[in-house]
């Protein structure tokens, strides 16, 4: 059995290079994943601004109805489909696929990261603007110095649960033939023609990377708690 096993092993892995497909496609995998996040987050922002901002004021009615427009059509359709539309739109004059697939993910985590700022946001208390304003601070200072920290801070984990789903997600990049983690492995499953080592393999290379970064995000959540995260600085 154990001699069956390191066969497969070599046959999957070591040769004729085979390894190289999870190395590559793990490097994949993490620039889309990562840049994605850092896409939807300023999407996002942005978006739960001005949703918050119209609800609380009624102003910006023009780009509320399209943060309303844009959340509607992105949380209703589905990923994979998203994904190709992206592509195909755009393919001809943007070459790298890479950066096709970012745009996609980053675009559709924006609406999903919006609808969870915006209720950090409203979890703060409206007397944090009054005082900030008080203190002679502009309405967008306030709001990023004063309330958008705390309400991040209220809503870490579900961030952290949306960056997770959107590492996972990012598996369906081979629609695009894009050759990211799940796709190499899905390489050497049609060149070996053995189905359980390169996908239990992938499925162990995905778990460890939702662990590593879960284990990050709990790191991140005592610091906060233990130091206050005091927003309010002497620089304001």
């Known amino acids: 059995m154990i001699q069956g096993f390191l066969d497969d092993f070599q046959l999957c892995f070591v040769k004729n290079g085979r390894y190289d497909y999870l190395l590559s496609g793990l490097g994949i995998t993490l620039e889309v994943a990562?840049?994605?996040?850092?896409?939807?987050?300023?999407?996002?922002?942005?978006?739960?601004?001005?949703?918050?901002?119209?609800?609380?004021?009624g102003k910006f009615p023009?780009?509320?109805a399209l943060a309303r427009i844009y959340l509607t059509v992105i949380r209703g359709t589905p990923m994979v489909v998203q994904?190709?539309?992206?592509?195909?739109?755009?393919?001809?004059?943007?070459?790298?696929?890479?950066?096709?697939?970012?745009?996609?993910?980053?675009?559709?985590?924006?609406?999903?990261?919006?609808?969870?700022?915006?209720?950090?946001i409203a979890s703060i208390d409206a007397g944090?603007?009054?005082?900030?304003?008080a203190l002679g601070l502009s309405y967008?200072?306030?709001?990023?110095?004063?309330?958008?920290?705390?309400?991040?801070?209220?809503?870490?984990?579900?961030?952290?649960?949306?960056?997770?789903?959107?590492?996972?997600?990012?598996?369906?990049?081979?629609y695009i033939a894009l050759i990211d983690l799940a796709k190499g492995g899905d390489i050497i499953r049609s060149q070996t023609y053995?189905?359980?080592?390169?996908?239990?393999?992938?499925?162990?290379?995905?778990?460890?990377?939702?662990?590593?970064?879960?284990?990050l995000l709990s790191k991140l959540e005592?610091?906060?708690?233990?130091?206050g995260a005091d927003v309010v600085r002497n620089d304001l």
């Open 140 to 174: 967008w200072r306030t709001m990023l110095r004063i309330i958008l920290p705390q309400a991040v801070r209220n809503v870490l984990p579900a961030l952290g649960n949306e960056f997770i789903v959107l590492m996972k997600d990012t598996s369906i990049v081979g």
């Open 194 to 215: 053995s189905v359980y080592l390169p996908y239990l393999t992938v499925a162990a290379i995905y778990l460890v990377l939702v662990m590593t970064f879960t284990w």
């Open 222 to 227: 005592r610091r906060l708690r233990k130091t």
């Open 34 to 57: 990562l840049s994605a996040i850092v896409l939807g987050l300023a999407i996002g922002f942005l978006v739960a601004v001005v949703r918050s901002t119209h609800d609380k004021y």
């Open 128 to 133: 944090q603007m009054e005082a900030g304003r």
């Open 83 to 120: 994904l190709l539309i992206t592509y195909y739109i755009i393919r001809r004059s943007i070459d790298s696929k890479v950066l096709i697939a970012i745009l996609a993910f980053g675009i559709n985590s924006g609406a999903y990261q919006a609808e969870i700022i915006r209720a950090g």
């Open 62 to 64: 023009f780009l509320n």
